[in-house]
């Protein structure tokens, strides 16, 4: 099927307490790796680029290998574009053929926030396309976004039934005590606060910061609302682990399918991993989105 928008998958996911993990893919073998891997699982997917990978890539490269793995594909498949400040790169990415955007003034002042995720809001539901906002601020390095833990801000529970009344986005990552990149000792996650969250707000919520968070927590993440898990550091890690394995055997090794067909391998067996962490394996079974207007009722 085409590429869709995130946005029934994702509250397909909230309504039913699974998410649906979006893995950020930096190479065709990743992006080759994890799509096969939902295939196997029976699992919708998210794949997503970070700005640094557009800009790396080009939103037009990505775009077009992720369609081709769409259209080749049985599951679900929306291409999402993580943590971008810049409208002029979202509007770029929606023209490509990405289904899903994330605006992230977070760093801003609420109504600076709400005024930049109206503004993207307006033009992408008219494209059909997803819009996710952050509210808070999630700790941690993303590209070259660093935000020191003490600059870590929670979302407040009320602000984001505000923020979503403003602004209309469909999803939203309000920040709970997860970062980006590998956890030092265990994350402190606000469990109240999520809870709290999703009770005041219908919109599927997203975890960002979501390698190395223990199983129990993540499952409990889930349970209380949170739809879609970020999974960024860790597939890089088991990615590159896979690479240096093949060279530290053979050093003199100078053909890239050698080394990328292994690391293809791992990141496959660790995104199925993921899948069944959050309970997204066999959500795409033939019929299993048919009590919320299936997707193929639908036109994207
Ligand atoms: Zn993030």
Known sequence: MPLVSSTFMLQHAREHGYAVVAFNVHTLEMLQGVVEAAEEAQAPIILQSTVGTVKHLGPDYIAA????AAN????????????????????????????????????QPFEENVRQTAKVVEIAKAAGVNVEAELGKVGGVEDDIVVAEHEALMADPDDCARFIELTGVDTLAPAIGTAH??????????????????AKVEVPLVLHGGSGIPEAQVRQC???GMAKMNVATELRIVFSDAIKAVFAANPEENDPRK????AKKALHAAAIEKMRLCGTIGRAKGGAYNDHNGYSKRSY
């Open 65 to 68: 290998a992720a369609t081709v």
């Open 72 to 107: 080749r594909s049985q599951v679900p498949i929306a291409l999402h574009l993580d943590h971008c400040s810049d409208f002029n790169l979202i509007v770029q990415c929606i023209r490509a053929g990405y289904t899903s955007v994330m605006i992230d003034a977070s760093h």
């Open 181 to 198: 990149g590998i956890y030092k000792g265990e994350p402190k996650i606000d469990f109240q606060r999520i809870e709290r969250i999703a």
């Open 222 to 224: 889930v349970s209380l």
């Open 259 to 262: 080394y990328m067909i292994p």
